[in-house]
Each structure stands twice: as structure tokens, then as C-alpha cells.
């Protein structure tokens, strides 16, 4: 009855913009990412008899309002699955988030898939990976994608056979160093996909996107790092004229975002350096390398005045062993 997961977040790599369905968070279109590590989310669930109310505590916070709501969604599709007579119960969730959050380095995406397994599992659902990541999806449809780890491919779908997650075999795990440079501005993801469709430039993107995802996959077939991460960037660029052209006008990045474009840019023509930048809804940057430049981008990023870190790939959603449980 009781269950602890933990996960890693999300950088988008063709990144997903806009909701379909907003209720079963189904997108408009299909969406890859590769999961972070270090950072990840650790989510211990239990259904428990005597609990007449869900609650949910989030690094030391209970959740009120849309935050609450988000997860209800995902612990009632559970409920509704699963045979198993507990799952009737009250169930307590807590969970801690290893980074920063609200500052576009994916939380909802760790978040909501280490909540999706962990109560897959205290729920007694001997689900696939790709199921669960229908489970995670009500929450938020980066965690779908979470779920599955690794390089992931969410396709769009309106059902759950169709949208869901899967994995998407690559050499380029290994190597791969995502260094992330912070840049600390709160900002919500909900209402941009929300608004999605209003912008003018939200039909070309659709029109691109579907050449994207193909050249995306072909790329990482092919473990051609230079093509998928030059993808990354222009699709960042892509997503952000999409939302700053929207009736909220959203401009996600900083100054110092722009000062890290720059940077990169230099590093690659001047040094000859696989980088390439690439921002998430936010002012965070991720910086797409390998193992061997990695230092010479983070020192870059601190020369830009931005606190760095040097990241790896993550793997999927995993249950772990109840000595790991958080309450
Ligand atoms: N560990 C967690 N468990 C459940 N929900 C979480 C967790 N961490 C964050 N969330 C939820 O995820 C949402 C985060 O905001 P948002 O929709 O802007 O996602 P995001 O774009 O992934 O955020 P960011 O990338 O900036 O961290 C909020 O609803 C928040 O309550
Ligand atoms: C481009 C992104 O940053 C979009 C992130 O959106 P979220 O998955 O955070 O949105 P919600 O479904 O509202 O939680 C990264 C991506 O998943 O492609």
C-alpha cells in the first residue's frame, strides 16, 4: 500500500507546446526529450485506511489549489484502474525535488512521473513503462515522456494506446554532458499551453514540426550529435517565437539567457566546441556537449555570470526499495 519512485526531469529537445485535450493533457503534436541526472524527484505514496482526505506535501509544502488539483487528476485515474481494494483509501503523497523548481528545469515532468510510478506500484497496476506514462501525462505531458527515461518519444494520440511514451534507442547517452546554467526566474508553464493556438506563428510550427521529429529521430538512429543538438537550439528558438507572439506576449529569457546564446555561438566558431544551447519554457539554459568540453562550457557559463552544473542523461521512472521511503 505503500511505495516510493523517483525520476529525473525533462530538457525538450522537439519540444511540446499546446494541449489538444486539456483535461487528459493530450498535445497537439508529438514531442521528444532527454531526461536530466543528477536532478531528480523522489515521491513516496501510500493508501492508507484511516486517511479520509488526499494530501500531498511537496518539499515540505502541502498543495492547494491548481498544484493539488494536477495531482488529484493523476491519483484519480489510478483509483479508477486499479482493482485493488485499498486503493479506495486516502492516500498521502511527499516528495522532494533534488533542484529548483518553477525555473525551467522540468519539475513537473520528474515530479508527476515519480508520482505515476509509485502509485502504479502501491496501487498494484503491473503496467509497461508506456502505460504508466499515461498515468503521469494527466499530471503534466512532459512527464509522460519522464516515465519512459532516457531519449523519449511522447506521440501525440486521442487515446491512450496512441499517446503515450516510449524510448527511443541511441548512442549518444554515453557522452552526451548537458550543462545547465540557472537562471532563476519564476515563471508557470500551464496558461502558455494553454494560449498555444492563439499565436499566428502556432500553425507554421505545426506545419514544421512534423519534419523535426522525423530528422530527430533519424539523428539519434544515427548518433549524429551535432544534428540532434542543432535541432535542440532551433527548436528553442521555434517555441519561444510561438510564445512570445501569443496574446500573453511570454518572454521567458533573461538577459543572462541571451549572454549564454552568445557565448555558446562563440565557442562553436571560434573553438571549434560541440555546444549548443537550448532553454525549456524558462530563462534556464541547458548547453548540449560531450564529456571531453564540458569544463570549457561551464567556466563559459560562469564567465556569463550564471551558476553552472555539469548534468548527465537519466534513466526511467524507477521504484526503489521501501528503506527509501520518505515518511
Ligand atoms: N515533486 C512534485 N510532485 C508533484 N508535483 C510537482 C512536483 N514538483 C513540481 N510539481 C508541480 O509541477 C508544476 C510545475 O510547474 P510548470 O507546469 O510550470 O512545470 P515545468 O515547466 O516543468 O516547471 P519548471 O520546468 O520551471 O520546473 C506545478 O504544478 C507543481 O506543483
Ligand atoms: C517545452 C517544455 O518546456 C514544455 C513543458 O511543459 P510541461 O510539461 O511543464 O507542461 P505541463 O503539461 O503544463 O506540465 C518541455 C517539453 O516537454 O517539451
Redesign the pocket.
Known amino acids: 500500500m505503500k511505495a516510493t519512485a523517483k525520476a529525473h526531469?525533462i530538457q525538450g529537445i522537439v519540444k511540446y507546446h499546446g494541449m489538444r485535450d486539456e483535461q487528459l493533457r493530450m498535445p497537439y503534436h508529438d514531442s521528444i526529450s532527454v531526461c536530466t541526472a543528477p536532478s531528480h524527484?523522489k515521491?513516496t505514496v501510500e493508501f492508507d485506511f484511516e486517511r479520509e482526505e488526499d494530501t500531498?506535501i511537496?518539499?515540505g509544502e502541502e498543495?492547494e489549489g491548481?498544484?493539488k488539483e494536477?495531482?488529484d487528476d493523476v491519483v484519480d485515474y489510478v483509483r479508477k484502474t486499479s482493482d485493488a481494494p485499498h486503493a479506495v483509501y486516502g492516500v498521502k503523497?511527499e516528495?522532494?525535488?533534488s533542484f529548483?523548481?518553477?525555473?525551467?528545469?522540468?519539475?513537473?515532468?520528474?515530479?508527476?512521473a515519480?508520482?505515476a510510478m509509485a502509485l502504479a506500484k502501491a496501487a498494484e497496476l503491473e503496467w509497461s513503462r508506456p502505460e504508466i506514462s499515461t498515468i503521469a501525462r494527466r499530471?503534466?505531458a512532459?512527464a509522460a515522456r519522464a516515465v519512459t527515461g532516457g531519449f523519449s518519444h511522447l506521440y501525440d494520440g486521442l487515446n491512450d494506446e496512441d499517446c503515450r511514451s516510449e524510448r527511443i534507442e541511441t548512442d549518444l547517452e554515453g557522452d552526451l554532458r548537458i550543462v545547465i546554467g540557472l537562471v532563476p526566474s519564476y515563471?508557470?508553464?500551464?496558461q502558455a499551453h494553454k494560449e498555444a493556438a492563439d499565436s499566428h506563428m502556432f500553425q507554421a510550427r505545426m506545419a514544421h514540426i512534423h519534419e523535426q521529429i522525423a530528422e530527430a529521430r533519424d539523428a539519434l538512429r544515427e548518433g549524429e550529435f551535432d544534428r540532434t543538438f542543432e535541432l535542440a537550439e532551433h527548436d528553442s528558438l521555434s517555441l519561444a517565437a510561438t510564445t512570445m507572439t501569443g496574446p500573453a506576449g511570454w518572454v521567458y529569457w533573461q538577459p543572462a539567457t541571451l549572454r549564454v546564446f552568445n557565448a555558446v555561438r562563440e565557442l562553436r566558431s571560434e573553438e571549434n566546441i560541440p555546444a549548443y544551447f537550448s532553454t525549456?519554457?524558462?530563462a534556464?539554459v541547458y548547453v548540449n556537449t560531450t564529456d571531453e568540453h564540458a569544463e570549457r562550457v561551464k567556466e563559459t557559463l560562469e564567465d556569463c555570470g550564471v551558476t553552472a552544473a555539469i548534468w548527465q542523461v537519466g534513466g526511467p521512472a524507477r521504484v526503489l526499495d521501501e528503506s527509501e521511503a520518505l515518511f
Open positions: 526531469p524527484t515521491t500531498y511537496v518539499d498543495l491548481r498544484a494536477r495531482v503523497l516528495s522532494e525535488n529548483p523548481t518553477n525555473v525551467g528545469l522540468g519539475s513537473s515532468a520528474s515530479g508527476f515519480a508520482a499530471g503534466s512532459s515563471k508557470e508553464t500551464e525549456d519554457t524558462g534556464s
